[in-house]
């Protein structure tokens, strides 16, 4: 897989292939699933490449709606059936929405490194 790029108004998502990253930065305010289903498709495509890791950095990502969170936590939960996955995602503390938000992941898989500094 090559890196990939989506971008938007106010947000673009990048792809590192070499270093299995996904960066977001800016701000995501989707409507909903069906235009938030390029960014999902994009994550379900690398995990199903099944790299032994992969990380998500949100750290640049100013706002995230529900919307979204709800499509990320689809994703996390969804990596439960593949155990051969590590993910990790990194977070910021100076991004009010990451704190509790980010930790609540955890819940839907246990094995989720969080990195939030």
């Known amino acids: 897989m090559v890196n ?17 990253v996904v960066t977001f930065q800016g701000e995501l ?3 909903g699933p069906t235009d938030y289903a390029p960014i999902k498709d994009l994550l379900q495509e690398i995990a199903s490449g099944n790299p032994a890791v992969m990380t998500i950095d949100l750290r640049r990502l100013e706002f ?22 590590q993910l990790t995602i990194l977070g ?7 704190g ?4 609540n992941l955890q819940k839907f898989l246990p094995s989720l490194r969080l990195d939030v500094e």
């Open 4 to 20: 990939q790029e989506i971008k938007g108004e106010d947000y673009v998502v990048h792809y590192d292939a070499d270093a299995v």
């Open 29 to 31: 305010a989707l409507s």
């Open 64 to 85: 995230l709606n529900s919307s979204g969170i709800s499509m990320l936590s689809k994703f996390v939960l969804g990596l439960r059936q593949t155990q051969d996955i």
């Open 92 to 98: 910021s503390h100076e991004v009010p929405w990451q």
């Open 100 to 103: 509790k938000s980010l930790r």
